[in-house]
């Protein structure tokens, strides 16, 4: 009895997490005068996903998201990680430093978006994916920093002091023996990161324009006088989620080791 309750809840379980997106999946494979039928799959047709790219110009603000969410990661991973490991090893500004690092991320975006609009327009990259990919790095910084803190504390030092004794410097300690060793926390905070600017709104709302707009904008914009274009906002949703899934699935071990790496020294 105590299996069958186990093996329940975990059907259960699989079934609250697979059934939205497998009805979003649905909702974009049927026609939009079908998308709230109660029907599991009253007809087929592909109108939604032609209707995006034809009409709508989803591919060139996917190509927007893509430009920005790997522009973002590649531009706050390096800092990052200096950071994270001034952190780590050097206890660079003591505690105080690291709550201060903490503290930026419990800022509600709504009080920064009107400063980084203001720092934007002031510099003339208002509407612009290198104004976004700037102002997603400086978000996903202090997220990114905490995560690589943790996972370069899991590298044991005296590695360090080993290359150190064979006349290695500091930088070249990191640079040699503990990046190559925290690749797979790398990778998830690569992967995390690029998942944060991936579905960031806000800040993409007010801070690009007609010609660089992101996926989250463009699906926003579905939303008309009419009414919720459901059955486009679900092919947009499937599509949005592919990188992700295709991200996991290649990096999957290296996220494993990252989002372990360090609980067990």
Same mark, same amino acid.
């Given at each position: 009895m105590r299996k069958f309750g186990l093996h329940f809840g975990l059907i259960l379980a699989c079934v609250v997490v697979l059934l939205p997106p497998l009805w979003a999946l649905r909702t974009s494979l049927v026609p939009e005068s079908m998308s709230y039928s109660t029907e599991i799959f009253p007809a087929f047709t592909l109108d939604n996903y032609t209707g995006l790219f034809a009409k709508n110009r989803f591919g060139?603000?996917?190509v927007n998201s893509l430009i920005v969410a790997l522009g973002s990661v590649i531009v706050?991973?390096?800092f990052a990680a200096c950071t994270g490991y001034a952190f780590a090893r050097f206890r660079?500004?003591?505690r105080f430093a690291r709550f201060a690092v903490l503290a930026t991320q419990m800022l509600p975006p709504v009080?920064?978006?009107?400063?980084?609009f203001? %720092?934007?327009r002031g510099a003339g990259l208002t509407n612009s994916l290198p104004g976004l990919i700037?102002?997603?790095s400086a978000l996903n910084l202090p997220f990114l920093t905490w995560i %690589?803190?943790?996972f370069f504390e899991g590298v044991p030092v005296d590695m360090e002091w080993a290359a150190m004794t064979d006349g290695a410097t500091a930088w070249g300690a990191f640079w040699r023996i503990v990046l190559p060793i925290s690749l797979p926390g790398l990778a998830a905070a690569g992967v995390l990161g690029f998942i944060l600017s991936w579905n960031e709104f806000l800040f993409?709302?007010?801070l690009s324009g007609p010609q660089t707009a992101t996926i989250p904008v463009s699906l926003a914009a579905l939303q008309t006088s009419n009414g919720v274009q459901i059955a486009k906002v679900s092919a947009g949703v499937v599509l949005a989620i592919l990188p992700l899934v295709i991200a996991s699935r290649f990096i999957q071990r290296f996220i494993i080791q990252g989002l372990t790496f360090g609980g067990v020294k």
């Amino acid at each position: 009895m105590r299996k069958f309750g186990l093996h329940f809840g975990l059907i259960l379980a699989c079934v609250v997490v697979l059934l939205p997106p497998l009805w979003a999946l649905r909702t974009s494979l049927v026609p939009e005068s079908m998308s709230y039928s109660t029907e599991i799959f009253p007809a087929f047709t592909l109108d939604n996903y032609t209707g995006l790219f034809a009409k709508n110009r989803f591919g060139t603000f996917y190509v927007n998201s893509l430009i920005v969410a790997l522009g973002s990661v590649i531009v706050a991973l390096p800092f990052a990680a200096c950071t994270g490991y001034a952190f780590a090893r050097f206890r660079t500004g003591g505690r105080f430093a690291r709550f201060a690092v903490l503290a930026t991320q419990m800022l509600p975006p709504v009080a920064l978006v009107l400063p980084a609009f203001a %720092l934007l327009r002031g510099a003339g990259l208002t509407n612009s994916l290198p104004g976004l990919i700037l102002v997603y790095s400086a978000l996903n910084l202090p997220f990114l920093t905490w995560i %690589l803190m943790g996972f370069f504390e899991g590298v044991p030092v005296d590695m360090e002091w080993a290359a150190m004794t064979d006349g290695a410097t500091a930088w070249g300690a990191f640079w040699r023996i503990v990046l190559p060793i925290s690749l797979p926390g790398l990778a998830a905070a690569g992967v995390l990161g690029f998942i944060l600017s991936w579905n960031e709104f806000l800040f993409a709302l007010v801070l690009s324009g007609p010609q660089t707009a992101t996926i989250p904008v463009s699906l926003a914009a579905l939303q008309t006088s009419n009414g919720v274009q459901i059955a486009k906002v679900s092919a947009g949703v499937v599509l949005a989620i592919l990188p992700l899934v295709i991200a996991s699935r290649f990096i999957q071990r290296f996220i494993i080791q990252g989002l372990t790496f360090g609980g067990v020294k």
